[in-house]
Every structure is written in C-alpha cells, then in structure tokens.
C-alpha cells in the first residue's frame, strides 16, 4: 500500500492487519457494496477483537489512499463501499433499484464528451464524477410483472362460468 495520512497531516505508511481483513473482506463479497456494518459483522466472524470504530477509519485511509471508493447511492445518505478499480481513470456509474435496494455497477463511460468541454469551455480538469440512475431492477421487474399477471389472470374456476 502506498503512503497515506492521519489526522495530523503525518504520512502513515502502515500496512495494518485491519486493513488487510478490510481489503480482503470487500475483495470477497464487495461485488454486493457493503457497509461498515456488513464489513465489521463479516470482520467480527475472524478477530473478535476489532472495533467498528477501526472498520470506519481504516476505510476512511483506505478511502483517501485510492485503494477504496465510498459511494452514496440512497436518499438515506448510508455509506458504501467496493474496492477501486485502478484500471479505470474513473469511477462507474451505479444503477440503484428503488424496490430492492440492489446496486448494480454500470461500466461505460458516457461523459467523456461532457468532461471535454468542461475542459475547453470553463479550464476545469475534471478528475473523476459520480453517477447514480434510480429505477426498477430486472429482476424486481420481472417479479411485478409475475405478480400483476397472476392478478389478471382468472382461476380455472371462473373461466369456465
């Protein structure tokens, strides 16, 4: 891990076991974007001995080192979390069913001409943006649709009347 900064502005370089067992934790089972309380119950289960306190500020270094993204995705402000993808210049764009709550990562990049003339209109150097769509999931779709054709369909016993 590269260096990072603690509240004194002093750079902190530690590679801590805490962090370990964060970064491993979202590595496994961060394709869902959890909390820190999904993270510390998960955590819990292998060192009884960390606190959620340490969850929240080893993700706030992991955050501000790169190494992790803190994403606002509900109306109700709770925090989620997935490993960065250092790859990717930016961040994806993140599909939020408003039925099940589902977070669904949407990879493509459909900004870049916006961010260019930001750039040629205004001299702002975009760096990075953040993309939330609300809607109704597929799978959530599909289960309305099941739900409203049982509705509509009559049973045996009042199609033969």
């Known amino acids: 891990m590269d260096e990072i900064r603690n509240d004194d502005n002093k750079k902190e370089t530690r590679n801590t076991r805490q962090k370990k067992l964060i970064i491993d934790c979202l590595n496994k089972y961060g394709s869902n974007h959890m909390t820190v309380e999904e993270i510390f119950n998960l955590i819990q289960q292998q060192d009884t001995q960390i606190s959620i306190a340490t969850v929240y500020r080893n993700l706030r270094l992991l955050e501000e080192q790169g190494l992790v993204n803190k994403v606002f995705v509900a109306d109700d402000a709770t925090a989620y979390y997935e490993i960065k993808d250092a790859a990717s210049s930016h961040s994806h764009h993140h599909l939020i069913c408003r039925q099940c709550g589902a977070i669904i990562d949407f990879e493509d990049d459909l900004l870049e001409a916006l961010e260019k003339m930001i750039t040629l209109t205004k001299g702002f150097q975009v760096q990075d943006h953040h993309v939330a769509f609300y809607g109704i999931c597929r799978d959530c ?21």
Do not use: H, S, Y
């Not at 779709?141 to 033969?160: G, H, S």
């Open 141 to 161: 779709t599909e289960k309305n649709k099941a739900a409203q054709d049982a509705v509509e369909k009559p049973a045996p016993d009042e199609a033969r009347q």
